[in-house]
């Protein structure tokens, strides 16, 4: 195999924007590895890229445990020798409560998948992309790291965490050819916004209504952004929170 194809990560790739964006960047000509806690979802998602011609691998990581990271790293080193665009994908929401209710529990437990596993992923990436002196990291954020959201206190801490983690690597690794972006979804249907609406149609629209279009975005709007960030048309872009929300900041 040539070994001028690029490769890309992505976490959180079992489900949803992350599904999606593995499945976008297999599109694009990309080897991609997926990653993700549930090895079963993770692993028939790679299997049906494969069985579509796609050279992608699935490797289970939990983003909280840093061990668990390096190690996914150290396989994408070992099977193809290089990292050309990671998504960091890997997120929850947590509980919904206000701040006056929520747990420290789940507080501590957001912050460390959605903030620090970011951060100790874009640690082993930039190793991975330094010595080539190229390659693009985009960290879903959302539109919460931008603006307030009642009852999701920790979710915006760590999603207004990762737009700031972006902003610092980008200045650090501009000069070393990796440009870092973070991406600010609105509300987008997934399996996760599916668990806050509890799919109940009068739910839906209200949440549809946040945004000047009116509507909910998909993941494959989504996908289509991430994988032209890390691509040669998106070249001089580097330290942006991009809101791909359909105008919620807007208003």
Known sequence: MSAH???????????????QTAQAFAQAGYRVMLSDRDAARGNDAAEALRADGHDTQ???????????????????????????????????????????????????????????????????????MLPRRQGAIVNIASVAGLVGFAGLPAYCASKGGVVQLTRAAAVEYGEHGIRVNALCPGVIKTEMV???????????????????????????????TVVWLCSAQAGFITGQALAVDGGLVAR
Request: net charge negative; proline share 3%.
């Open 5 to 19: 194809i690029p490769v890309a990560l992505v976490t959180g790739a079992a489900t949803g924007i992350g599904l």
């Open 58 to 128: 699935f490797i289970a990581c939990d983003v909280a445990d840093a061990v668990q990271v390096a190690v996914l790293h150290r396989r994408i080193a070992e099977t193809w020798g290089r990292l050309d665009a990671a998504c960091n994908n890997a997120g929850i929401e947590g509980e919904l409560a206000p701040t006056g209710e929520a747990s420290l529990a789940n507080f501590d437990r957001v912050i460390g998948i959605n903030l620090r596993g970011v951060f100790a992923c874009m640690h082993e990436q930039i190793r991975l």
């Open 194 to 224: 599916d668990r806050i609406t509890r799919r109940d149609p009068a739910v839906e629209k209200q949440y549809a209504a946040l945004h000047p279009m009116n509507r909910m975005g998909t993941t494959r709007e989504i996908a289509d």
